[in-house]
């Protein structure tokens, strides 16, 4: 058991955790550094939302991206940036508009969810394969939308992560591969335990991992208090690991985490196991990734 | 494998399979006639939708729900009546109108969805635990608005059928369960293949019959090719079945069927293996449920 | 689904139903004269062990062997003869000399056990990978045994089938694979249901399909009532399938069985679900096997 | 995952490992010591066996077991004792005598197998629960000796650990729960990655633990380089864990360990993945274990 993995920070995705939790970085230069910290404990990859510094919400302003991207290319530390293409997916059910959603939908066209991505050039993004019930919210990518945005991130040379919170996005995201619109050898994320999405257990992600093409490589992650244990459970089974404040606010029991915290812990996890970790150069190398300055 | 299983004809949905094939019944008088086919063939229950006369496209209207229900029941032949409660939920994805769906997008509340129900009290009814994508369209449930409609299920006395495309909506039709919402031991219905919900196999059934209640029974069916195969194996799985054009209009490869013929061979197959069918009186036994003429 | 299957008709067997089921054959040309009514009925396969005419117990005698395969092979119906090379196994334990066995206790060495198929030359032969109580008495098939077995297989190009009855069994038949002792693409049978192995159900055939090499074949069978039900399932699930009166004797409950007629039964539930059966000949061309008059 | 879990140090077993490191333990001083430097370590249970503190090999003797049993229990350290009851059940498959074993067979009956555990009261013991091959050799268990042997533990009091090499195993014994031979709830222990038993790995384990009544409990190990890993896995599954020499030399590649290592970083791992350990005495207490001076 001496793969070594890769460790995702996903330091502070567009939940409305910031209130629940302080450390949850908001502004651009505070989710830079929580990245950079993230890479000082050891994540190889540091996956990005974007918040309005005023509200701590999700945002969806191109200027807020190229902060927290220029910040992180600009330190020392270096670490792979992932940026979310989830962009605006979120409709919000009303008894008064049902089809249009009520007070707070946010829905994006595919060019508009890629554009973070388009313009930055990160070496990563993810990809949500899938419609799904999001708690009371209704999460919203649909597979012709997916088709196109797909298209798009392969042709900005950035490796998606295909993110998969139930089987049936699973089948979609092979589907996608089929129809040859993943580059090279996909990537699936396994984003298990969320309401109402797959169950955050073993026996999960033996079935997803058992679903996926051959040359595809898998992570899994857990939200809430099934988080740590994930990451030790996944990385037995082969697959790369996630942990960070977008997932999960405590370290333990009534205990609210940093982002460093997280990854320590997760670090201690795997090492504890005999699992080493993969360095950003050393991903880069082997998922032939682009270059951390934007591909050039 | 002697245990008796129930056996549903899902004799039309609301597709867009009536030119496809000719055999797809579309007014309340071929609806009912092909529910009472179905039954003679074999069938416990019929499950119903209305269609507009006039486009064979989807129809809430009560009046033809009525119509179909009475001449059912004034029939001679016995079958439980199971009507669909997924009422409005397509949203047609727009990039003009993202957040509103384009031509084409229905979507009910929960009360406009159970008034077919709710004011018919057939024996049975559908529930369908989640949103998913639904091909290139988005099926809408979301979870505040299926908790309003189980509460009015519930008060109707009706048996919900608790519809998963996927295992997040299992795990959701479970968080009903554990909230009160549904009366007596449970029934699950998997519904599989559908591009882009859980796969249609044995280790699928599997692994969400592992995750229902002790006290739950369970159906499956598989669509398009994967209908018949998955009715022997769902029953030798120990769950009850359904076939019908609804989710299938092929009767083999190239030959088109009808609601009977499904039937027929779905009966055929099962009795080769030595299972034998439930009659409607058998299953409302069982089952508790309300009474054919609507529960006096 | 329509992939045919191969059908293994297995006749006899070695154990003591032959007073419980008057159908039982016993002498060569019962055992014969059922092989051939199995393959007229729709068997590809008919696997032979011999009997003693006098006492209908266990036979290690090759002129009964030799008789067997020689009506078999004079008679004008074709099936693939399939000699059993479990031979001598059973140990029987014994409170007076317990490592001696009691009564009864048969065992033979590699050689003595491949001798029928080594001089016969049938197109396939069983090899059970490994040691397992079954029911009170111990079937002994050593590693080294089996490696021994393995080889004298191999040179006589008699395609052997792996029969596993646990899943350690299908481990150290992996293992003969990768020595290297198994000629051409591996055959296995998973045989499932026998006190004290492997569950006869479908979870156990998904576990065990998802661990034998990606170029090897399998087939399944359940003991006793489970029989039928696993020709149904096994098939569905893309394997090849056996019935037989050395399985099971009842062809319902309560009824005793004839080799015809359970080959007849499975036929039926094979053919109502769409499933053709494999004719020797096609047998024979895919798995590139001897000839049948004995190699030459 | 803060449910407190069971840490067996199985110090010595019975195998040929004393050769190959020096570490096992063999004179009853010897192996007493490491249970006790294991327990210190954090082990709740010490399995032992005794060895000929001559040959190093398996020894019989009632009196080395006495010595063993009394230095543990009059050392200040609390642990529960676990004696194997698996005995002698060693038969070496011999070409010359082949129902008899060759040199080095070494099979005792029932009574002989359970007198260390009747004569000495452990809070626990063994019982493995079928025969299979182990390497070159076969390990004989056959069912009828089973059940004497249960019948017998069950009559000392002592707790019996349903030992399942493979899934037969698991099957006969919840024969012998279904029968009542064993008291209380039961405790079974799946002992994974023996050549030629189940594979040491996830989905197994959680294959075998969906077949185990429900009021049981479960523990499981794999054999060396699984047994560290092992741990981690079973223990967030819900299982208690093993770990030492009898199943595994090294602590790392190359590095030859010693029990309290083994123990020592079993422990490591747990308490990383924040699951805590549960004491002798709470262990006591809650599965109602004779006293540790055997009863009284
Ligand atoms: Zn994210
Ligand atoms: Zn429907
Ligand atoms: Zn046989
Ligand atoms: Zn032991």
Redesign the pocket.
Known sequence: MTNKVMLTA?VT??GDTVEKNPNVPVTPKEIAESAIESAKAGATIA?V?ARDPKTGGISHNIEHYREIVDRIRESETDVIINI?S?GGGDFIPSLDTPAAGGEGTDIQTPKERHKPVGELLPEMC?LDCGSTNFGNMIYMSPTDWLREQATLVKQSGVKPELECFDTGHLRFANQLVAEGLIADDPMYQFCLGIPWGAEADVETISYMKSRIPENAYFSAFGIGRMQLPMVTQTALLGGNVRVGL?DNIFLKKGVLATNEQLVDQAVKQLHSNNIELMTPQEAREQFNLLQPNGGN
Do not use: P, S
């Open positions: 996903a995705g567009a996956h939302h979310t989830g993810t977008e």
